[in-house]
C-alpha cells in the first residue's frame, strides 16, 4: 500500500511503535470504558485561558478522542518511522516534541485571529489528540523522501509513490470543523523546526541524559526484532525470485520516474545514457548474449564498498545484502544508495 517508507516492521524505531500503542490503547479505553472521563482530555483552548487550566495543553494533545483521527494518525505515524530509522530516535523525538511545543503557540494566534478577523470562536472546538507533530511530518516527507511515478494518468496527473499517504493526510485534515487551525499549526512548526529557524532545534530537543534514560528503560519494551524474512512478491518463489522481482520492479520505477522527469525538463543534450543513470542494482544470471562469446572473464570485478557506508545504512533498519548491493549500483554514493533503499 505504501511503498516509500522502507521495509516493512518497527525495526529501530521504538519511539514510533511506542506512539502506535500507547495513545491509540488509551483512546480507545477512553471511547468504550470510560466515557466519562473523555472530559479530561478536551482541548480546550479558552478553558486554558480563561480558567488558566494549563494542564489541558498537555492532556488535551495527547490522546485523540475521535477514533477516526486514531485511525490516521496512527497510519501516519507508522509510515513516517522511516525518520526514526535514518535520523536516530533522539533527533526524532526532539522533532516531535519541538513541533509540539510549537503548534501550542501557532494555535493560540489561530484561533484569536479567527476570532478577531471573523468573530469565530473556535478556542473550545479544537480537536484533541497528537494531531500537530503528525502534521508537521509532512514538512521533511515531502522535502527528503524521493518522488517516483508509479502510474500516469489523466494527462500531467500521476500516481507516485507517495500519493497515498498525502491521500490519508487530507483525509485527517478534513476529519473536523476545526482541525485545519491544528493542521495548520502543525505545518508552520514543522517548517520552522525543519528549517532551523531561531535555532529552535538547540532549544527544543532532547537532553542527551534523558535519551539513554529512555534507551535504558523504555527501548528494550517497545524495540522490535530485525526481520529476518523478506515479504513475499510471488506465490512460492525462492528467496533469490523474490529479491529479483523486487529489484526488477525498482529498476522501471526509477526508469519511468526519470524518463519524466527529464521529459518535463527539455534537458539539452539529446541522448540520455541510461545505463549510466540506471546501472543493474544486481548482476543477472544466466544473460544469452546474441554473440555468445562474452565470458565470465571479461565481466568486471563487483565494486568494493565502504564498510562504514555498510553500517550506516544498517543502523537504519536495512539488511546488509540490501546495503551491500544498493552501494554498488550508486558507486558508493550514500544518498543515492538511501533512496534505492526507500523505494522497496
Not at 88 to 117: P, Q, T
Request: some cysteine; charged content about 15%; overall charge positive.
Amino acid at each position: 500500500m505504501f511503498t516509500s517508507t522502507g521495509s516493512s516492521g518497527l525495526y529501530k524505531a521504538p519511539l514510533s511503535k511506542g506512539l502506535l500503542l500507547v495513545p491509540s490503547a488509551l483512546s480507545l479505553l477512553l471511547a468504550l470504558l470510560l466515557p466519562h472521563c473523555q472530559r479530561f482530555f478536551v482541548y480546550d483552548l479558552q478553558a486554558v485561558k480563561d480558567d488558566f487550566q494549563i494542564w489541558r495543553l498537555l492532556c488535551g494533545r495527547i490522546i485523540c478522542l475521535d477514533l477516526k483521527d486514531t485511525f490516521c494518525s496512527s497510519l501516519l505515524i507508522y509510515n513516517f518511522r522511516i525518520f526514526e530509522r535514518r535520523y536516530g530516535s533522539r533527533k526524532f523525538a526532539s522533532f516531535l516534541l519541538g513541533s509540539w511545543v510549537l503548534s501550542a503557540l501557532v494555535d493560540f494566534i489561530l484561533v484569536e485571529a479567527v476570532w478577531y478577523f471573523f468573530g469565530i470562536a473556535a478556542a473550545g472546538n479544537l480537536p484533541s489528540g497528537f494531531l500537530a507533530p503528525v502534521f508537521a511530518l509532512f514538512v521533511p516527507f515531502y522535502c527528503s523522501i524521493p518522488r517516483i511515478q508509479v502510474a500516469q494518468i489523466l494527462g500531467p496527473l500521476s500516481i507516485t509513490n507517495k500519493t497515498l499517504i498525502y491521500i490519508l493526510g487530507l483525509q485527517l485534515f478534513t476529519s473536523g470543523s476545526y482541525i485545519w487551525i491544528v493542521a495548520i499549526s502543525g505545518l508552520a512548526s514543522g517548517i520552522c523546526y525543519n528549517s532551523k529557524l531561531f535555532r529552535l532545534h538547540q532549544v527544543l530537543c532532547i537532553p542527551i541524559w534523558m535519551a539513554n534514560f529512555f534507551s535504558w528503560t523504555l527501548e528494550p519494551i517497545f524495540s522490535s526484532p530485525e526481520p529476518t524474512a523478506e515479504a513475499r512478491i510471488g506465490m512460492g518463489a525462492t528467496v533469490d525470485i523474490q529479491r529479483q522481482q523486487r529489484m526488477e520492479l525498482l529498476d522501471r520505477q526509477l526508469m519511468l520516474s526519470q524518463f519524466a522527469q527529464v521529459r518535463r525538463q527539455r534537458q539539452q543534450g539529446g541522448m540520455i545514457n541510461w545505463n549510466r543513470l540506471f546501472p543493474p542494482l544486481r548482476q543477472r544470471r544466466n544473460i544469452n548474449y546474441q554473440d555468445g562469446r562474452r565470458s565470465e572473464q571479461q565481466a568486471s570485478p563487483p565494486l568494493e564498498v565502504s564498510e562504514e557506508q555498510v553500517a550506516r545504512l544498517m543502523e537504519m533498519g536495512f539488511s546488509r545484502g540490501d546495503a551491500l548491493e544498493a552501494l554498488r549500483a550508486s558507486n558508493n554514493d550514500l544518498n543515492v544508495a538511501t533512496n534505492f533503499l526507500l523505494q522497496h
